[in-house]
């Protein structure tokens, strides 16, 4: 069966996916099954599976089955945080002696948790510009390696891989194919329509969507390696609350909505924000994968659908100074770490989300700040960018 990944397809099952009402009471919106056990009948036959909430829980398992259902996926699998989800994936798929290809604009904990946790294990990881066919080629010509990690648009460089045209290349070499989708989100992008084997998700994000839970989540379509990861994920037990679950489902329900007024409002800064950049006014460069003079413009345009997210990232002409001036002088936009919520955020990746990376391979210019697009007045973001800049040109 294929999927149908219209805006009003996505749309409909983000609202009804795993949403019947409760048998017992009609309640429309699935309860909170707030319980750790279940009372079961007879010894060792839990109703219908449900024996403890480690394992399995009800609002969890409505989360599971909304969230496989927008990505038009056979599995989905919720953790207790983005990296959680990562730690599972990785530790499931990989042995001692095998070799990473890593994005080399990749989230700062996943760098950190190969590189301070797998790696001195005996897992290899080698960096790699992956938004460039020919330099995964010339990676591939030296090396093999078992999994290839692919995020796009990365963060916190915008940067845009071919899922379809990389996933390619590295099934031909054996690999396993993971997206981490977590910019995009189930609404933009399907990684698994255009050949990934896993799609990796912080649903702390865009899923959850308005900053008020800690979530993750690895979507996919391959049985054995769900079973894979539904086993470790028990056994090690890092597993999303009932209510974590239920916020998420909530959240989940306007991620199409949400997703278009953030792409929307994204555009129009991006493109106001380039036109202080030609105009010479304290910006060097902006990222953001809508803009035609984005490099990935085309990919994206391509492979992403309703939009290009509500993620930029600017660097400023005056270097790590006007940098950290402009990201502490909004109002609107909240000083903080995240993304993806409905209010807008402002960051210093070097010092914030990405300090983990600094002196690798993978660190971010000292000049980049990163700017998460909330669904607010358009007008009142570009306002108060205006005089963040302003203060920081000064
Ligand atoms: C792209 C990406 N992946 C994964 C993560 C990790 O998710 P979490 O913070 O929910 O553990 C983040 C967090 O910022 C992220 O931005």
Redesign the pocket.
């Given at each position: 069966m294929t999927t149908d990944f219209s805006q009003d397809a996505i749309a409909t099952r983000a609202i009804h996916a795993g949403q019947e009402p409760d048998p017992t009471t009609g309640a429309v919106v699935p309860p909170i099954y707030m319980t750790s056990t279940f009372k079961q009948p007879h010894v060792g036959q839990p109703v219908n599976g449900y024996d403890y909430s480690r394992s399995i829980n009800p609002t969890r398992n409505v989360f599971d089955e909304q969230l496989a259902a927008i990505e038009g996926a056979k599995h989905a699998l919720a953790f207790s945080?983005?990296?959680?989800a990562?730690d599972v994936l990785l530790r499931s798929v990989l042995r001692p002696g095998d070799r990473v290809m890593l994005g080399n604009d990749?989230?700062g904990?996943?760098y950190r948790l190969l590189s301070k946790v797998f790696v001195p294990w005996g897992v290899n990881i080698t960096t790699v510009d992956v938004s460039d066919l020919a330099a995964v080629n010339k990676a591939l010509n030296s090396e093999s390696f078992a999994l290839i990690w692919i995020?796009t648009p990365s963060?916190p460089l915008l940067a845009v891989t071919d899922i379809a045209a990389t996933a390619a290349i590295a099934h031909e070499h054996g690999m396993t194919v993971v997206v981490?989708n977590?910019?995009a989100s189930p609404a933009l992008q399907h990684p698994l329509e255009l050949g990934a084997d896993v799609v990796?998700?912080?649903?702390?994000?865009y899923i959850g969507g308005h900053s008020d839970v800690?979530?993750?989540a690895l979507v996919l379509n391959d049985d054995e390696l769900a079973e894979k990861f539904a086993f470790l994920q028990n056994s090690a037990g890092a597993v999303p609350s009932p209510f974590d679950s239920w916020i998420q489902i909530r959240g989940l329900k306007t991620l199409p909505l949400r997703m278009q007024r953030h792409s929307e409002n994204a555009l129009a800064i991006a493109r106001h924000l380039e036109e202080l950049k030609n105009k010479g006014e304290g910006i060097e460069q902006v990222w953001y994968p809508g803009l035609e003079s984005h490099p990935g413009h085309d990919i994206a345009a391509r492979q992403m659908h309703g939009g290009f997210g509500g993620m930029i990232s600017v660097q400023l002409s005056g270097g790590k100074a006007a940098a950290l001036k402009f990201a502490e002088s909004t109002r609107l936009f909240t000083l903080a770490?995240?993304?993806g919520g409905v209010e807008s955020l402002i960051e210093h990746p070097a010092a914030m989300?990405h300090a983990s990376v600094s002196g690798t391979s993978n660190e971010v210019p000292d000049n980049l700040v990163r700017i998460s697009v909330g669904i607010e007045d358009v007008n009142d973001l570009i306002a108060d960018l205006d005089q963040a800049l302003a203060a920081a040109t000064k």
């Open positions: 945080s983005g990296l959680a990562i990749v989230y904990g996943t995020e963060n981490d977590t910019f990796a998700y912080s649903t702390t994000k800690v979530g993750g770490e995240s993304l989300t």
